[in-house]
């Protein structure tokens, strides 16, 4: 059985940094992406960043420049380090793989369990 299980998250001051992290588990061949979304009280979730494997990488407007996301294939591991926080990227973060292949073959839609961010002004 896969799980994605987030870390990092936390409170901390506007301007500062956080690095999520997010670790697929479970008998994986191969992952076809990772990605981030988030989700602030009241509204609907929305994509953060995502990265295909070994393609081009897609960020929402509000983090560019300030977001990075990252993969180590080999750790089935997907990061987001985030720089500049502001206090509008307070949300739960999911960690989200649309397709994951594994001793049981292909399955679909994982996500994490989230993990809360909070920037305080």
């Known amino acids: 059985q896969v799980q994605l299980v987030e870390s990092g998250g936390g409170l901390v001051q506007a301007g500062g940094s956080l690095r999520l992290s997010c670790a697929a588990s479970?008998?994986?061949?191969?992952?076809?992406?990772m990605g981030w979304y988030r989700q602030a009280p009241g509204k609907q979730r929305e994509l953060v960043a995502n990265?295909?494997?070994?393609?081009?990488?897609n960020y929402a407007d509000s983090v560019k420049g300030r977001f990075t996301i990252s993969r180590d294939n080999a750790k089935n591991t997907v990061y987001l380090q985030m720089n500049s926080l502001k206090p509008e990227d307070t949300a739960v973060y999911y960690c989200?793989?649309?397709?994951?292949?594994?001793?049981?073959?292909?399955?679909?839609?994982?996500w994490g369990q989230g993990t809360q961010v909070t920037v305080s002004s």
């Open positions: 989200y793989a649309p397709s994951i292949y594994t001793t049981a073959g292909w399955g679909y839609n994982y």
């Open positions: 990265m295909p494997s070994g393609g081009r990488t």
């Open positions: 479970g008998s994986i061949f191969s992952i076809s992406a």
